[in-house]
């Protein structure tokens, strides 16, 4: 299987599994304040992936000083994109937070351009602003509510869909250095510096409710699916593929998001739906088609040979 493909699964896998966490986040918060769920995510990711790569012996661990920055990454991306988009939920409205945060893969592409030098083709600005627009067609605007009660959530919502295209660009920055794997399990130690003082005033002021046995299995979902298995294929991702093919992936989220809705919350489908679908479809193809060959430096997996992947890649 070309790297190509492997990248397209993990990438498209990891915003699938993002866009369909929502139901699982709305039990568990009504529970657990934000912070505090988002630092028992993280702690449940490092402890998940940290035995994973106890049991299989990782021959890449990081040099002294790459750990630092993978920590400062960790912190951009875990603690201020991911608690940005905490804070911009709760102030803002649902379509609000799904307009704003389909900026990232924008972001991507230019911090892309910035960053890793990517070429910023047509094709790709086109590649892109189909997918943006299937995301458009799929939600309405005409739905927001850029009021100025929604004005501070709406900032913290762009905050998150800026770092977190910083985020991505720089996982695949740091990938010639640190092998995913080792990287998924260290990074989220750098969100913990923010989340754990912010969930520490969040229970302040509002402590946690009764944990029964739903909320126990979301808070386990959460951790182990939605952030140590989802986090570790978004990374792998952006190792396999350019960062601005990779950027793509992300559309998955809404259009998962919305198919769940029509099958979990009884929504009607509607023909916004599937010519939004085809759209975000055609814009990911286009990305795939038109990609370059990723550089042969990355880092491989543990069963990947650095030969392996300059034959693959």
């Known amino acids: 299987m070309s790297a190509s493909l492997r990248g397209a699964i993990f990438g498209l896998g990891a915003a699938a599994i993002w866009g ?124 927001a509510d850029f009021s100025s009660d929604t004005f501070f959530g709406d900032v913290m919502l762009a905050v998150a869909a800026i770092t977190w295209g910083l985020y991505s660009v720089l996982v695949r920055k740091l990938s010639s250095r640190v092998d995913t794997l080792t990287f ?25 409710g009764e944990i029964n046995l739903a909320v126990f299995i979301g808070i386990l979902y959460l951790g182990v699916i939605s952030t140590a298995a989802a986090m ?29 809705g029509i099958v979990i919350l009884k929504q009607a489908f509607t023909s916004n739906l599937l010519f939004g679908g085809a759209l975000i479809t055609a814009g990911v193809l286009l990305s795939l088609i038109q990609r370059k060959p990723a550089k042969a430096s990355l880092m491989p997996d543990s069963h990947e040979s650095a030969q392996e992947i300059g034959s693959q890649v």
């Open 20 to 143: 369909g966490m929502y139901v699982v986040s709305d039990l568990v918060l009504q529970v657990i304040p934000p912070f505090a769920l988002l630092t028992l995510r993280l702690l449940i990711s490092i402890l998940v992936l940290g035995a994973i790569l106890s049991i299989i012996r990782r021959p890449h661990l990081p040099a002294r000083k790459e750990i630092l920055p993978v920590l400062l990454v960790g912190f951009l991306g875990f603690g201020i994109s991911v608690g940005a988009q905490f804070v911009g939920t709760d102030r803002s409205t649902a379509v609000n937070g799904a307009l704003i945060t389909s900026a990232s893969p924008a972001f991507i592409l230019l911090f892309a351009a910035l960053i890793l030098r990517e070429r910023l083709t047509l094709m790709r600005i086109l590649a892109v602003g189909l997918a943006t627009t299937g995301v458009l067609v799929i939600i309405n605007p005409a739905n």
């Open 184 to 208: 998924s399990f260290l990074a989220p130690a750098g969100g913990l510096f923010l989340t754990i003082p912010a969930g520490a005033v969040e229970l302040s002021q509002r402590p946690v």
């Open 232 to 260: 570790w294929m978004w990374n792998r991702a952006f190792v396999l593929v350019e960062a601005s093919t990779a950027s793509l992936f992300f559309f998955a989220q809404p259009l998962v998001g919305a198919v769940l």
